[in-house]
């Protein structure tokens, strides 16, 4: 669909939600208001959710302990008698959150999966503890959070309300277009691809955790507008369990999920009540549409975009281009990467001894060697994702110490033996995202050029793994950096892609005016490909020269087919 | 002070129960079992119901050891069902629904007013320190002590053991070895809940004993599975204790004692930040 189509959709679509909004304030019965914003409210701090849990895939199970928090923060403001009102302390008590946000970042830094979901949960419990021992200010006194003029009344509060979840909903929109928005969900998949694609890890995971916890804030503080009087009851860690599941169930990483999310929590609640059965039945309900999402790995939401995609039709494959020769950066001169005296060391085990390697500009180099040899680490010391000994130069610059991400940025790209690329991009946000640079259609299309063919607007999760794996290539190349290390990117290729994968990698640097350094068990393909090889076999180079050469090497024989030599 | 700590033996014991059963669980089936605790406290709330019908404590006890059982092999059977190739994170994830919906249903069945239980370990054994100890804290550490044991030879010694151990690590690639797992799996899952529910049914009458903070005993446990790693028994075992008798402690100080529970979130975060101080990458390679 083309830009311009897209965005008169899309403000379509912001225009007959406002009729709506405005339709429900003005037409439905007063009860019914007060559901409806209960309803957004949620939605708000489904939002928070589908940012943290839902884009950067991080087990948070303290939202509502957040939400606490902004609430706490408008009582106060309230008691305080802060003027502005409501308008003055949304914003403010959604940045009370935010240290908080933060507090729980931090050891998320290490922290992952399960023992991120016990913090967050500790916290939750932690928070309930503190509120149910300390009430809510101004409650001792009788005092409930006043609106200001213009929503004093349950409508306008209501437009109020889907005022601000629109708004949240337009910057995350406006945010996952971004290369920031592409991070957290590259976080999602792989912290070490995150890294490689030159992206901070702390500072993604810690943006998560800030953004979500304003956003759950916000929610906090409408709800504190909405009821006036708050109790802890109303922020217990069971409320944060049950909107951990609802989000997963509705899919909130979109703005229709989270909605469609604080929908199903009141209507289901409000149905039940009608009929007279226990309000309780509603959780389970949650409970076992999360697990059936779960079960799909993917929410309501989620089967909504997909359905409508299919109505709008398949995609058509698309034809690969053909290379185009175009004046491209000058493959440099000199040295790109010089590493000297290197040694990794994994306990008593020395897996890469005293390495040296020189890489020449606008070449490309081969590193073969048995399984076990030591490339890997090699490339994992050299890159920043293992510690080591000695030196480490990228184009005359001393890389030492410096961290993985900030390596990338330098100019020292790297793929990945597994799969690692991201599955929730499409393939041109991927490519954007691994390349750090603007990209047009035609960069995108040229760059691709008879390497693979695929539609940059296809999620990477509808593609095959050799696709993805040439789409990884592609995307450090595109960032041209100094030097590109791909890590077995021929591994599970078929042998025509393969052929393909060489002839561009072949014209790679002078395209994209790198070096490669490229490790691969298919000793066709680096003849085929590279100028000079290094044989590594137990941690040590064996070997190393034109490629003729060292195969006819009969140390390098020995190392490869066990052969011994005959001298 | 030492009354303070003789206090929190019973707490202790009841942590380092909890928290050496999520280890077993970890170890075993590859999922931090958030609804372990919610399990043992469907068992409490099963037997008060068949006690009141007038059943005596014995068989309702047993009755009650039987839904923990039954309820936490149904989670154990929804988990190998649908999700015997899924990593912990998601695992764990769903034994968050798996919680909610336990909860739910609790209030659903039992409504939420909390029961008056009776003690069954309530007689006094001795008084230490001037602290009348009742025979509920050294059964709840004896407990503790059995689960650890059981669970270590059923680790070190059994080749059931040793098939669930695959089967918590390469799930896949024990099932193409030709072993079958899940039924073993369930079982697990049924004896972990039976187990949940004997040491809830310990501590739910000397306790708050509504749904809610029964089931958040999850995080406490989580605090002692986390001081032994969630892979070390002894870890969990002294962890839980420790972490009763800091808050047995802390509840003699006035100033403190409203906000002695707050203790296993910041233990959490200290074993944590210690434990993973070295990991930088979510992955080996």
Partial sequence: MPPADRAVRWGLAVLALAFLAYGMATALPAYWVFLAMSAVISGVLLQSLGVIAGQAGMVSLCQAAFAAIGAWSTAQLNLWGVPGGLYVWLPLAGLAAVPFGLLIGLPALRLRGVHLAIVTLGFAATVDIVLAAASFPGVDLGLSVGRPAGLSSERQYFLFCVGVFALVAVALAVVRRTRFGATWRALRESERATAAAGTSVPGAKLSAFAVSSFIAGLSGALLAGQLGMLLARNFDPGQSLTAYAVAVMAGAHHAEGALIGGALGVLVAELLRRFGIPQQWANVVFAVGAIQAFTQGAGISDALRAALRRRGGRRLPVAPVPLVDKAVPQAATGTALLITGLSVRYGQVAAVQDVGLEVLAGSVHGLVGPNGAGKSSLVDAITGFTACTGAVELAGHDLNGRPAHLRARAGLRRTFQQDRVPTGLTAGEYLRFAARRPLTARDLAEALGDLVAVDPGRTIADLDVGTRRLLEVAGALLARPALAVLDEPAAGLGHAETERLGRWLRAAPERFGCAVLLIEHDLDLVRAVCSRVSVMDFGRVIAEGPPAEVFADPRVLRAYLGEEVTA | ?285
């Avoid at chain 2, 799930?171 to 949940?196: D, S």
């Avoid at chain 2, 075992?237 to 906000?259: F, I, K, T």
């Fill in chain 2, 1 to 285: 002070m030492l009354q303070g700590l003789v206090s929190g033996l019973a707490a202790g014991g009841t942590y380092a129960a909890l928290g050496l059963l999520l280890t077993a669980m970890y170890r075993l089936t590859a999922t931090v079992n958030l609804a372990v605790a919610a399990t043992g406290m469907a068992g409490v709330y099963v037997m008060a119901a068949l006690a009141e019908t007038g059943l005596p404590y014995g068989m309702a006890a047993v009755g009650g050891v039987a839904a923990g059982a039954l309820t936490s092999a149904g989670c154990g059977a929804v988990m190998v069902r649908w999700f015997a190739g899924s990593g912990a994170q998601l695992r764990t994830a769903v034994s968050i629904a798996q919680l909610i919906g336990i909860i739910a249903l609790a209030y659903i069945l039992f409504g939420d007013t909390p029961r008056v239980l009776w003690n069954p370990a309530g007689a006094p054994v001795g008084t230490l320190a001037g602290v009348v100890v009742t025979w509920g804290t050294p059964a709840l550490i004896a407990l503790a002590v059995l689960i650890g044991g059981g669970t270590h030879l059923l680790l070190a010694r059994t080749s059931l053991g040793l098939r669930l151990r695959a089967m918590a690590e390469r799930p896949v690639t024990t099932e193409l070895l030709g072993i079958g797992t899940r039924g073993p799996a369930v079982a697990l899952w049924g004896a972990a809940g039976a187990l949940a529910a004997l040491v809830l049914l310990l501590v739910a009458p000397v306790r708050s004993s509504d749904i809610l903070s029964l089931s958040m005993l999850i995080v406490p446990a989580c605090a002692a599975a986390l001081a032994g790693g969630l892979t070390r028994l002894p870890g969990a075992l002294l962890g839980g204790l420790a972490l009763g008798l800091l808050e047995g402690l802390l509840a003699g100080s006035a100033a403190v004692r409203e906000y002695r529970d707050a203790v296993p979130f910041a233990a959490i975060l200290l074993l944590l930040l210690w434990s993973r101080r070295g990991e930088v990458w979510d992955a080996a390679r």
